[in-house]
């Protein structure tokens, strides 16, 4: 049976999914890897949902071979993964550890065997324990452990691998990590927050230096989280607070990268808390890129609230939710497209997109999962509304492949195209799954 194509997609677009190394992996003391941030901040009471870690996770760090034959099932041409630091420099300086970079060696191999697309992450927020206690992201020294640990690993993969993606999600990583203190490492200072975003970007100008020396050939770019903020209202206050929002979320990360500056307004915002910028730090931040790659799950609708952090107020809208209580809208994630295009011009990857629900547990091998369908199926619609508006988008890649840790929600919420039953670790492709197959296979948008 073919299926009808609604949206028939470019010729060479890729489709895949994603995951991150501290989400899956589990083995967390296995083959020599060091603790993370992460380790030591969800063994902290109080500070995940039932107290949940990624120290078994997924037992992907024993179960890859499976899991890439799910891959296969599904079809993927592309696997977007993430490499851990602590397993390839557990003491975030001085010796690599050989045995941390064979489980990735192996993967890469195995992938490339099933004909799928590796694109690697270098960091997707697992920082060496060791390093967070030298004063971590804020410290501007972590940047060139950063680039230490890129050069171990492009140069035992860059053979291999030529998609390369520097940091995921630095917003979250400062923001969550440093300012609301909501992931690891847990601290509650915006300066604190600022300044570990700015090693960030630093950290991935100096990665991208080491790699377009190792890799010559390399496709290197960066992963944002990336929303469409609209005011609340047509207030001007709330207009004028969603620009500030916009700024402090998508320009704050953009402008740096592509224009090689911070945006003046929101400079003027963070008054005192603004980071130490060095000479050359812009330019070094702001070298080209081959490709930005683009998270989107919701958009944001802002007002002015004087109690909120700079002023700043989320409000919610009528509308289909997911289990994270994010309103689903795809036509943020066109807007951005769209604008991403008009601003900034690069080409693009949806590096993640994808929703939780509470899925029930497999019956007879199958999941129903509708609703999560459905998610992927209207904002790849968007994502071809965006195509003939002339956007360069090259892929997409759903999150995620497995359900896994989501990190402050643990185990509680599922974002999966694939089921897993934690105590068994048994897998499940979800109705989802099967049906993102036959996109794949129809390489376009087809009926849910
Ligand atoms: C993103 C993260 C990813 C996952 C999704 C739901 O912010 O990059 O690891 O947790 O959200």
């Known amino acids: 049976m073919s299926d009808r194509v609604e949206a028939p997609f470019p010729d060479d677009f ?35 949902v039932n107290g949940d870690t990624g ?3 997924c037992d992907h760090y024993h179960r890859w071979r499976e899991d890439i034959g799910i891959m296969r099932e599904l079809g993927l041409q592309a696997y977007r993964f993430s490499i851990a630091w602590p397993r390839v420099i557990p003491n975030g300086r001085g010796p690599i550890n050989p045995a941390g970079l064979d489980f990735y060696d192996r993967l890469v191999d195995e992938l490339l065997a099933n004909d799928i697309q590796p694109f690697a992450t270098l960091y997707h927020w697992d920082l060496p324990q060791a390093l967070e206690d030298e004063g971590g992201w804020p410290h501007r020294q972590t940047a060139d452990r950063f680039a230490e640990y890129v050069d171990a690993v492009t140069r035992r993969l860059g053979d291999r691998v030529t998609h390369w993606i520097t940091l995921n999600e630095p917003w979250v990583a400062a923001m969550l990590g440093y300012y609301m203190g909501i992931h690891a ?26 790699i377009t020396a190792n890799v010559p ?26 620009r500030l929002a916009d700024g402090t979320l998508n320009r704050w990360f953009l402008d740096p990268l592509f224009k090689g500056s911070y945006p003046e307004d929101v400079v003027r915002a963070v008054g005192d808390a603004m980071p130490e910028v ?18 989107y799950y919701s ?47 690069p080409a693009l990857y949806v590096t993640e997109n994808g929703a939780a629900y509470d899925d029930p547990p497999p019956t007879n091998g199958r ?27 090259r892929g997409y890649f759903c999150w995620s492949l497995l359900d896994n840790f989501e990190w402050a929600e643990g185990y509680s919420k599922r974002f999966g195209i694939t089921f897993v039953d934690y105590p068994t670790e048994e897998r499940t492709i979800k109705e989802s799954g099967r049906w993102y197959r036959r996109v794949i296979d129809a390489n376009g948008v087809v009926p849910v």
């Open 278 to 295: 060095r000479d050359g730090d812009l330019n070094r931040i702001a070298q080209p890129v081959n490709f930005l790659g683009v998270n």
């Open 55 to 57: 120290d078994v996770a």
């Open 299 to 345: 958009p944001q609708y802002v007002v002015r609230d004087p109690n909120g952090p700079l002023g700043v107020g989320m409000v919610d809208r009528e509308g289909e939710h997911t289990a994270m209580g994010w309103l689903v809208q795809p036509e943020g994630l066109r807007d951005l497209l769209v604008r991403l295009n008009e601003d900034y011009g």
């Open 217 to 242: 050939a390399a496709e290197v770019g960066i992963t944002l989280n990336l929303s469409s903020v609209y005011p609340g209202t047509d207030k001007s206050q709330d207009v004028e607070a969603a």
């Open 14 to 48: 890729i489709w895949g999914a994603a995951t991150a190394s501290y989400q899956i992996e589990g083995a967390v003391a296995v083959d020599g890897r060091g603790p993370s941030i992460w380790d030591i901040f969800s063994h902290t009471p109080g500070k995940t």
């Open 367 to 393: 999941v129903p999962d509708p609703r999560r369908a459905a998610y992927i199926h209207d904002h790849l619609l968007a994502c071809d509304e965006a195509i003939r508006n002339g956007v360069p988008l």
């Open 185 to 210: 490492p847990g601290r509650t200072s915006l300066a604190d927050g600022l300044a570990a975003a700015h090693t960030l970007l630093l950290g991935h100008g100096q990665a991208m230096e080491t």
